[in-house]
């Protein structure tokens, strides 16, 4: 039985166990009969399932080995006490009733056995009736426990029994004394001070660890810290035990040698190098990996548990096993003992921020300073540079896990605002502390980008906290709502075909829709006055980085921005949260020289700058020229190394740029654009200026007709196409079909002359009364938390990334906000349960299998954490493109692949901030309509 599948029916049995009968208190080895329900037999040795740990596993099945009784078995609770053989047991139901694996009493009462471990931890040798400490069972104390020293025990029995007999031959005699005596100190138990000090330290950690399970009843996690110092310690004793073996070895090998025994100093030689290894894993074990803030207080902490259950003061080391349980805690994101765990995070991030404080503040580091006095090579100095900023990357980095640590634990956002402003003041002291020298600037930059994302953040929380805010947005909630009423009964006209009436109320709602659309426009151009002002201060903070004044002032304005953004569209502003992400992006390819993320954030951008309006447009532009400089210098590079396809590929995306936002026109262009502007002002006299006017006006007036009319006929041609397919008298199916259909009119040229913008206008609607209908209510801070849980628990994880939390929209059930979905690996994961509940289907979750089944109808599917394998009906296996992730406590899948499974398909569309999730049969339908 593999060592992991054993470990996970350990792990069902756990789980299930509700109770257990007393323990048998006799001191003869008791019966089959005897032993009490829920016990199992590993190797010589019975051990209550609720006293079992890891070291008691190790050394039960090394009993086994040893005895050549390799079976486990276990007395089930729910089978009356029957006994089963579990060796090769795949779950729970192997230890019922209904199981073949059941075993007699005879078979049990023919074992050995030597131990029994019973409910309340203690361990009986079942020879001599007293207690023992686990770890004096089979000890390496006595080196013929030793399994790398087996041959020389057998060589000492052999050459023992050599020595018995009469020899006439002196010499072979001398040397089988010689090798008595060699072996003898070889295998002499060991008593040095290393040795013994953690040997007794062993013993203590075992009567603490009873201590907790019987008096303290602490928790199996604050057992298992234990546990795990253990483990530590006895790993610590091995190496002294092992250290000390490999020495004594090494000198009778020399002795052998000298006496000339080359077979016996062969062999010893053989052994050492078996010795040597050991000490190898023993020290490969106890190297800690680098280590998180978290971690390091982790281990300060479990230290001083040592030093106190050493000292026997119990009472010390409840109170440390505490807080070790508390960092356990923070970083599992669980929240158990919220004061304790405030209180270390507190302490830890304070002693991170001072520790950053003191290597700014020193300028270059030592290692450069000294670098630079030997005259190093600039390769060198640019080397050593690097690594010091590496090292300030990781301070911010664990900062803002500290960070984000204490903000899951403050609900409050005024908290959360007190923090950020604490955190960002320190860390501006701290930027300010560093002297000029050789690394100023880089280190500089680095401590602005972050303060700038904490200063993002703070942003957010202000704005969601502003009451003025909050007024704005409800004046516009309350206009898009009248509309919405209106949408409902323009749906119903056009259901019941009373097309006048339908006109008479799309009146209504498009002088609702102007009047809306006019706030928003003036909004807009509000936003694109503030990011003009924006990229004004940051190219004066750019000359004179230190002037707090334009700091203080781009803080205001970021704020002003931020309330804006919250007040324009969901389209615009989803568009602005994604052009910014690229702009990044972007920033931070060209910065890497990474042509593939180049092209990929260019794309992005011009994809989503043709959807913006003129005023924001501009915005970008002076936002971005300073990256295009960059791009320039990359290219001129590039072709300096001769490196000409790829100088090509950076000239292509930089013309790309230049183009969709009009950047860099030359003179003759812009004097061009001049005089065509002067010639259509000016015309030819008073006549034509008036001809222009009243030009205008007639040309105003018919634009509003013809505008008028095209929806109609646009109105008609959808309903004309909707004709071609299947009728449903589904409100949310029937709108489904026509957004479909409205895309696919998008993508055909046709439509696209005869129509024009009228195709996104009228999407844009029928978009927004999807999205209304049935809609499930979140408040902002509903949405924002479901982003933030996903995202404080993968803020380490650096290959994932979290999308805005997004809406889900299915032609089956009510749409719905998702929880923040994942990109992994350039697929979409998505919270099963959201995703499920969406289309109707019933999702359950087995815990102890860590399992997610999801029913729908007659379909059943399963997926476990880990694993990439989807189960459909119990019968067919699938392979999904990632494995299932356990996010905190949400189910990711891969969406696509699921929905598939399903009969459903899904459109992720970024501009609109939803994905659209609709049934197969329904796209079928759609495509044979434009065939």
């Not at 051990?47 to 079992?52: F, N, Q, T, V």
């Not at 201590?211 to 602490?218: D, M, P, S, W």
């Not at 356990?328 to 507190?346: C, F, G, P, Q, Y």
């Not at 898009?480 to 006109?503: C, H, P, R, S, V």
């Amino acid at each position: 039985m593999s060592k992991r599948k054993f470990n996970y029916l350990l792990f069902i049995l756990t789980i299930v166990i509700s109770f257990q009968t007393l323990a048998y208190g006799g001191v003869q080895r008791p019966t089959a009969k005897e032993i009490p329900n829920g016990s199992l037999i590993i190797g010589t040795h019975i051990i209550s399932l609720k006293a079992l740990n890891q070291s008691l596993l190790d050394i039960a099945l090394k009993s086994g080995e040893s005895e050549g009784q390799k079976d486990v078995y276990y007395k089930s609770e729910f089978a009356n006490g029957t006994w089963y053989k579990i060796t090769n047991a795949d779950g729970i139901g192997d230890i019922i009733s209904t199981s073949d694996k059941a075993v007699s009493e005879v078979e049990i009462d023919n074992l050995i056995l030597t131990h029994w471990t019973k409910d309340d931890g203690k361990t009986i040798d079942l020879e001599t009736g007293q207690t023992v400490n686990p770890s004096d069972i089979d000890s390496i104390r006595d080196p013929h426990n030793m399994e790398e020293l087996k041959e020389l025990v057998m060589e000492e029995e052999s050459v023992i029994e050599l020595l018995k007999q009469d020899d006439d031959d002196e010499d072979r005699e001398a040397k089988n004394r010689f090798i008595k005596n060699s072996l003898g100190t070889i295998l002499k138990e060991i008593s040095t001070n290393d040795f013994n000090t953690q040997d007794n330290l062993l013993k203590l950690l075992e009567n603490y660890e009873i201590y907790l399970r019987n008096e303290k009843k602490a928790s199996e996690e604050e057992i298992g810290i234990v546990g795990e110092l253990k483990e530590k310690i006895k790993t610590q004793r091995d190496y002294a035990a092992y250290s000390e073996v490999y020495n004594r070895i090494d000198q009778e090998a020399k002795k052998a040698q000298t006496k000339g025994y080359t077979d016996y100093t062969s062999k010893l030689l053989d052994k050492l190098d078996a010795v040597n290894k050991k000490i190898s894993d023993l020290t490969n074990k106890l190297v800690e990996s680098s280590m998180s803030p978290l971690d390091n207080k982790r281990n300060e902490l479990c230290k001083a548990l040592i030093e106190n259950v050493a000292a026997k003061n119990f009472s010390g080391a409840d109170a440390v096993l505490l807080q070790i349980f508390s960092i356990d805690n923070i970083k599992a994101n669980r929240i158990v003992h919220l004061s304790t765990e405030l209180s270390i995070l507190d302490e830890v991030l304070g002693k991170e921020l001072a520790a950053l404080k003191t290597m700014v503040s020193q300028g270059e580091p030592k290692e450069y300073k000294e670098a630079k006095s030997r005259g190093e090579r600039p390769g060198m100095l640019l080397t050593i540079k690097e690594e010091h900023v590496a090292n300030i990357k990781d301070f911010t980095s664990n900062i803002a896990t500290l960070k984000d640590y204490i903000a899951f634990r403050r609900s409050a956002d005024d908290q959360k605002i007190a923090q950020l402003n604490t955190l960002i003041e320190n860390l501006e002291g701290t930027r300010k502390a560093q002297p000029k020298s050789d690394v100023y600037d880089e280190v500089d930059q680095e401590l602005r980008e972050f303060i700038d994302k904490l200063k993002s953040e703070l942003t957010k929380l202000q704005v969601k906290n502003s009451s003025e805010l909050q007024a704005e947005k409800e004046l516009s909630d309350n206009m898009q709502n009248q509309i919405n009423t209106l949408k409902n009964k323009y749906l119903d006209a056009i259901e019941k075909g009373d097309m006048q009436f339908a006109e008479q109320i799309q009146n209504e709602m498009n002088a609702l829709a102007e009047e809306l659309e006019e706030k928003e426009s003036q909004k807009l151009d509000e936003l694109s006055q503030l990011l003009n002002q924006k990229n004004e201060i940051l190219n004066e903070l750019n000359k004179d980085p230190n002037n707090e004044s334009l700091a203080q002032k781009l803080d205001e304005i970021n704020l002003e921005i931020a309330k804006k953004q919250e007040l324009i569209g969901e389209k615009e502003k989803s568009i602005l949260e994604l052009l910014d992400e690229a702009v990044n992006e972007l920033k931070d390819a060209v910065k890497a020289k990474d042509l593939t993320q180049i092209e990929e954030a260019v794309t992005n951008i011009l994809d989503l700058a043709k959807n913006l309006s003129p005023n924001l447009k501009v915005s970008l532009k002076n936002s971005i020229e300073g990256i295009i400089k960059d791009m320039n210098a990359a290219y001129i590079d590039l072709v300096k190394q001769n490196q000409l396809t790829q100088a090509e590929e950076y000239a292509a995306l930089i013309e790309d740029l230049k183009e969709e936002l009009g950047i860099g026109l030359d003179n003759e262009d812009k004097k061009a654009g001049t005089q065509a502007d002067t010639g259509s002002q000016t015309g030819t006299g008073t006549q034509t200026g008036t001809g222009a006017q009243t030009g205008a006006g007639t040309q105003a007036g018919t634009g509003a007709q013809t505008e008028k009319a095209s929806m109609n006929d646009l109105e008609k041609e959808i309903s004309a196409l909707e004709q071609k397919t299947t009728q449903t008298s589904n409100n949310r199916q029937r709108l489904m079909k026509r957004i479909l259909i409205l895309y696919k009119m998008k993508n055909t040229k046709k439509y696209v002359q005869k129509f024009g913008d009228l195709l996104d206008k009228k999407l844009n609607e029928e978009i927004k009364l999807l999205k209304s209908i049935d809609a499930e209510k979140y408040s902002e801070a509903d949405v924002a938390q479901k982003e933030r849980a996903i995202r404080s628990l993968i803020v380490i994880n650096k290959k994932m990334k979290v999308l805005n939390t997004i809406q889900i929209i299915s032609d089956t059930d009510s749409s719905k906000h998702l929880y923040a979905p994942v990109m992994r690996e350039n697929l979409m994961l998505v919270c099963l349960r959201d995703i499920g509940e969406a289309l109707g289907a019933k999702i359950k979750w087995i815990d102890y299998q860590q399992k997610a089944v999801i029913t729908k109808g007659n379909l059943q599917m399963s997926c476990i954490v880990g694993s990439d394998k989807l189960l459909v009906n119990s019968v067919h296996s699938k392979t999904m493109p990632y494995k299932t992730l356990l996010i905190g406590e949400r189910v990711y899948v891969p969406l696509n692949f699921v929905l598939n499974e399903m009969g459903y398909t899904s459109a992720y569309k970024p501009e609109h901030n939803m994905i659209l999730i609709y049934s197969k049969k329904l796209e079928q339908e759609v495509q044979k309509v434009f065939k």
